[in-house]
């Protein structure tokens, strides 16, 4: 692929990178500044890189998630939570598109402030999964490659989030008029 092909296939995803950025450092400038290490590494790599069929973003968050983490100082991979080995969704689940926003007309600043938080005060393996899936759209095996956890572990940590997130946003959801299953 043509460097310049791939850099502006690079540059249209800058939003979502920062989106996902800014939900796990929860702060503008230390978003900004992970973007920045994200896109330094992308284009350092850009030879290695092979457009496949799901495109350039899920490479991208591969990079953002081990720039965040690195940063953190947790270069080495967690071991996977025990919450994390047993979930009640079905395997059916694996081949459900996600719900995914049209990204152009969501705004932020417009969503009820309840989700947001609710969503804001989610653990970072839970909430990462959940916004990879949610809004960036991502596929269950495309966010296992991102995270670099098992498919499971993804399926997992995303019943999990949509399970705390049902329970703490029933009120909400009678407001709306959604009935949520027990």
């Known amino acids: ?13 800058m939003d979502s990178v920062y989106r996902m ?7 503008p400038d230390e978003a900004s500044d992970l973007v920045q290490e994200t ?7 850009e030879s290695s890189f092979e457009l496949r069929e799901n495109g350039i973003k899920p490479w991208l968050f591969k990079i953002l998630h081990n720039a965040f983490y690195t940063k953190i100082g947790k270069a080495k991979r ?10 009640e969704s079905a395997p059916d689940d694996i081949n459900l598109p996600s719900p995914c926003w049209d990204l152009e007309t969501l705004d932020w600043e417009q969503v009820d402030d309840r989700l947001k938080d609710a969503i ?12 990879l899936w949610a809004v960036e ?15 499971g572990t993804v399926m997992s940590r995303l019943y999990r989030a949509r399970s705390v997130l049902s329970e703490q946003l029933a009120e909400l959801a009678q407001e709306h008029g959604i009935s949520v299953a027990e």
Do not use: N
């Open 21 to 27: 950025a800014f939900h796990l450092t929860r702060h």
């Open 39 to 45: 896109f330094l590494r992308a284009l350092r790599a």
């Open 78 to 87: 967690a071991p996977t939570l025990v919450e994390d080995l047993g979930h």
């Open 137 to 151: 759209g991502l596929k269950y095996r495309e966010i296992a490659d991102v995270l670099g956890v098992a498919l």
């Open 120 to 131: 804001h005060e989610l653990p970072d393996h839970y909430r990462e999964v959940l916004l």
């Open 1 to 13: 692929m043509a460097h310049s092909q791939a850099r502006q296939l690079m540059m249209a995803e």
